[in-house]
């Protein structure tokens, strides 16, 4: 199975912007589809976004469309760009891999899963 581990979390201003990235170790995600999910206190793990091998297909939440975009330019990093960030999007966001299927708004379609990076949006 292949490692992922995420970075780029912090503390930003509703409104302000910042950059996921998931490192994959082990092996690179060719062949494997790539999502991003996230967990807020009291709620269950949300899907945010996901790419396909190729990387020329993305689906997206209906919460965040338009102000994220998660895209894959090499072959062992995929990014989630998050633009005008509000108070709601403050979670722990997990990358996640699968080798077999499509992509999936479904955790368990999932088969590797990074530790997660904080992301909190508040003033």
Do not use: H
């Not at 396909?52 to 072959?75: L, M, Q």
């Amino acid at each position: 199975q292949v490692q992922l581990v995420e970075s780029g979390g912090g503390l930003v201003q509703p409104g302000g912007s910042l950059r996921l990235s998931c490192v994959a170790s082990g092996r690179t995600f060719n062949g494997y589809v790539v999502g991003w999910f996230r967990l807020a206190p009291g709620k269950g793990r949300e899907f945010v976004a996901a790419i396909s091998r190729s990387g020329d297909r993305t689906s997206y939440a209906d919460s965040v469309k338009g102000r994220f975009t998660i895209s894959r330019d090499n072959p062992s990093t995929v990014y989630l760009q998050m633009n005008s960030l509000k108070p709601e999007d403050t979670a722990v966001y997990y990358c996640a891999a699968r080798l077999f299927g499509s992509g999936s708004s479904w955790p368990s379609a999932y088969d590797s899963w990074g530790q997660g990076t904080q992301v909190t949006v508040s003033s």
